[in-house]
T-cell receptor, first 113, second 112 residues
Framework: QQQVKQSPQSLIVQKGGISIINCAYE??????FPWYQQFPGKGPALLIA?????SEKKEGRFTISFNKSAKQFSLHIMDSQPGDSATYFC????????????FGKGTLLTVNP | DAGITQSPRHKVTETGTPVTLRCHQT?????MYWYRQDPGHGLRLIHY???????DKGEVSDGYSVSRSKTEDFLLTLESATSSQTSVYFC???????????FGSGTQLSVL
């Protein structure tokens, strides 16, 4: 049973555009929702994260929007740059689970110059 | 990569042979994890450890075993490798909370 559904699988955006990646979760016990960024040949690295007590979190050009009632959250990348080209994973975590994350399947983002 | 070393970085092996992947950390973190990454499946947890000699299964543990005899090393063993275990394997560590989960650079394993 997939507990975090991520879409789209791949995304192509022009430089300067907005990239949007969506995730939906099933486990209502999740209380931490991170996004990881992965460049080719590297391991995933934490990009930004949100807890369900807020509806939005912004860090530079990256924003998470969170909708608790719909059990959905999304990553917005403003003014997308070619250097943002990477695979992005959303994830969910429920406290007390030994820090085990449940990941979405990933989105390959390509930003064309 | 936050003091995480995975070895080997690349390995090619034959079906039916045993394979051991090593994750070494210098952060003295309590928690260590093995994930596999496959196209269309994302990252899936194989096994994890919450202390020396304390391990538990993840969602795709069949065909894998792990051992942790000291804090810094977490070994993943494929007892008899199969082609379905061709994947990129990532080790991760966490010490002070879920916000501090760090991944290694991965091991590309090909089982022919």
């Amino acid at each position: 049973q997939q507990q975090v559904k991520q879409s789209p699988q791949s995304l192509i955006v022009q430089k300067g555009g907005i990239s949007i990646i969506n995730c939906a979760y099933e486990n209502t016990a999740f209380d931490y929702f991170p996004w990881y960024q992965q460049f080719p040949g590297k391991g995933p690295a934490l990009l930004i994260a949100i807890r369900p007590d807020v509806s939005e979190k912004k860090e530079g050009r990256f924003t998470i929007s969170f909708n608790k009632s719909a059990k959905q959250f999304s990553l917005h990348i403003m003014d997308s740059q070619p250097g943002d080209s990477a695979t992005y994973f959303c994830a969910g975590y429920s406290g007390g689970s030994n820090y085990k994350l449940t990941f979405g399947k990933g989105t390959l983002l390509t930003v064309n110059p | 990569d936050a003091g995480i070393t995975q070895s080997p970085r690349h390995k090619v092996t034959e079906t039916g042979t045993p394979v051991t992947l090593r994750c070494h950390q210098t952060e003295n973190h309590r928690y260590m994890y093995w994930y596999r990454q496959d196209p269309g499946h994302g990252l899936r947890l194989i096994h994890y450890s919450y202390g020396v000699k304390d391990t538990d299964k993840g969602e795709v543990s069949d065909g894998y075993s792990v051992s942790r005899s000291k804090t810094e090393d977490f070994l993943l063993t494929l007892e008899s490798a199969t082609s379905s275990q061709t994947s990129v394997y990532f080790c991760a560590i966490s010490g002070t909370g879920i916000e501090k989960l760090f991944f290694g650079s991965g091991t590309q394993l090909s089982v022919l």
